[in-house]
């Protein structure tokens, strides 16, 4: 009776133990995007080359972010940069920040719009773009996101998976 009596007493007393017990700390997170001005710095490192869009036909090794393309943002702030030229159209708008692919180093879940203006291209993408190093551009990689919503346009163009060693 005295053992019915003790391991009663344990398992009464055991889950509070385990809800005391000190929690492990979540583990760093490596970041390599700036905290202001999120929007200017993706226009300057952005790698257009790691997803696909209307500027692909025109892009060389030489041409690979919005500014090399001479492109100025017509807006920029912490969540947003767009360029909203004559006939196109173009905005990656930041909807999260996280570690989001959970591999240590902080992602941007980004809405990236590719409008012509007075023709056929209309295409909005959810993309996961993330930075490996201060040295590195950012680029686009393969992951399903709903940052630009479930009904975002999307006629044919979607993330190109970058495979990093």
């Known amino acids: 009776m005295r053992t019915i009596r003790h391991l009663l007493l344990a398992f009464a007393i055991a889950p509070a133990l385990l809800h005391a017990a000190p929690k492990p ?43 090399d393309f001479g492109m100025v943002p017509t807006r920029s702030g912490d969540d947003v940069v767009a360029f909203d030229g004559e006939r196109w159209f173009y905005q990656l708008r930041v909807v999260r920040r996280a570690d989001i692919n959970n591999d240590g180093i902080e992602d941007l879940e980004v809405c990236f719009t590719d409008r012509a203006k007075g023709a056929s291209v209309d295409t909005s993408q959810s993309l996961l773009i993330s ?16 940052a630009c919503g479930p009904a975002a346009k999307n006629t044919g163009a979607r993330a190109r998976t970058i495979e990093v060693r």
Request: proline share 7%; aromatic share 14%; hydrophobic share 35%.
């Open 25 to 67: 700390s979540p583990k760093p997170v490596a970041s390599f995007f700036p905290q202001l001005e999120l929007g200017r710095f993706l226009a300057d490192n952005f790698d257009l080359a790691s997803v696909r869009s209307s500027l692909g036909s025109r892009r060389t090794p030489e041409l690979r972010t919005f500014t």
């Open 131 to 146: 930075r490996f190093s201060d040295e590195t551009y950012a680029v686009a990689l393969h992951y399903a996101s709903d």
